[in-house]
């Protein structure tokens, strides 16, 4: 008859060789999604976004059309030399603004929502910090369709899954080994 103390301490070997074999390369991934996790958290804070200005319109009766808002935009790209490719535009009726995005940098124009009038042009960080912190960084430089962003999110979701079991056992196992030597 198997000794179940002995039995233990085999699965527990077992264990922690496991863990230590799959945590060495999976560190480096969770290193870089606990730093960008806490960038994204603070990114207002730290100023990771571009401060969102107000409209300095004199006249606030009608709101300009969204397609001149990207056209101001993209002539304030073609100036700085950048592409002009719009990703997406975000009205703030609020602020009485519109902050247009760009498919292939990280900038933003942000455009007074009634005379048209630039406001601001900055660089949006958040946005290639999430980019980073969800592995479709590689995809946006290889203009690939997030092929490297699945790849990189399931292995370091199934790895942080199977780290989190084996660590569970290499904490519970030691307690049952010494439970069962005392009986």
């Not at 960084?137 to 962003?149: A, G, H, L, M």
């Not at 989190?164 to 030597?181: D, H, Q, T």
């Amino acid at each position: 008859m198997k000794n179940p103390v002995q039995s233990k301490v085999k699965a527990l070997r077992l264990y922690r060789i496991f863990h230590r074999w799959l945590g060495i390369p999976l560190i480096l991934f969770f290193f870089i999604i606990g730093i960008t996790s806490i960038l994204l958290a603070w990114k207002k804070k730290v100023e990771l976004l571009p401060p969102t200005s107000k409209s300095q319109s004199e006249s606030k009766e009608q709101w300009i059309l969204p397609s001149e808002m990207i056209q101001v935009a993209q002539h304030a790209m073609d100036s700085l030399g950048e592409s002009n490719e719009v990703d997406r535009i975000d009205i703030r009726p609020d602020k009485g603004i519109a902050k247009v995005t760009f498919k292939t940098h990280f900038s933003e124009v942000q455009v007074d929502g009634f005379s048209g009038k630039i406001l601001s042009i900055d660089t949006r960080h958040s946005d290639w910090i999430e980019k980073v912190h969800d592995g479709s960084i590689i995809d946006f430089y290889v203009d690939s369709d997030e092929t490297s962003k699945l790849i990189y999110s399931s292995l370091t979701s199934i790895g942080l899954i199977l780290m989190s079991i084996s660590g569970f056992y290499l904490w519970y196992f030691p307690k049952k080994i010494r439970k069962l030597k005392q009986s």
